[in-house]
């Protein structure tokens, strides 16, 4: 009994691994519009469901309410796709979104639900900042995760 409980325990275990969840330090907190962070990740399984999230660290010297991103996934087959994603950095009464630490915030962004990727294969994506100004002053780190879909 206590063999079958430690394997099917494993095999849950296997499941909550994701496929990424890698972070880029942006160099200096000052990110310009020509730097994309950039993460390369293997599909084994295109029937397989997924959410892709992106991962923001900031800090209070962020001057603006959101932030504007662009994403492109490149796929096996040299294809490419484009999102454009608005990430709210502050809710309605200006305060800063995520979990906070001093003057550090985190969050996790699902940008992508139920998302099947087309092919098996190596895909690459990149993001870069889509705001007015550049650079922009206080992201300290841009990341992606890409989770199997929760039941």
Request: charged share 25%; proline share 3%.
């Amino acid at each position: 009994m206590g063999l079958c409980v430690l394997i099917l325990s494993g095999l849950g275990a296997c499941k909550d691994q994701p496929l990424i969840d890698q972070n880029e330090t942006i160099s200096e907190r000052r990110w310009f519009r020509e730097q994309e962070a950039e993460f390369v990740v293997k599909v084994d399984d295109p029937s397989t469901t997924y959410d892709l999230f992106l991962n923001i660290r900031n800090s209070i010297d962020f001057q603006f309410s959101d932030l504007y991103l662009q994403i492109q996934q490149k796929n096996p087959d040299s294809s490419r796709i484009q999102y454009t994603v608005k990430i709210e950095m502050t809710n309605g009464e200006g305060m800063w979104v995520g979990k906070g630490s001093g003057s550090i915030y985190s969050q996790q962004v699902r940008f992508l639900k139920k998302y099947q990727f087309p092919d098996s294969g190596i895909y690459i994506f990149k993001i870069k900042q889509n705001m007015r100004a550049n650079p922009v002053e206080g992201i300290h780190d841009v990341g992606i995760r890409i989770a199997e879909q929760a039941l």
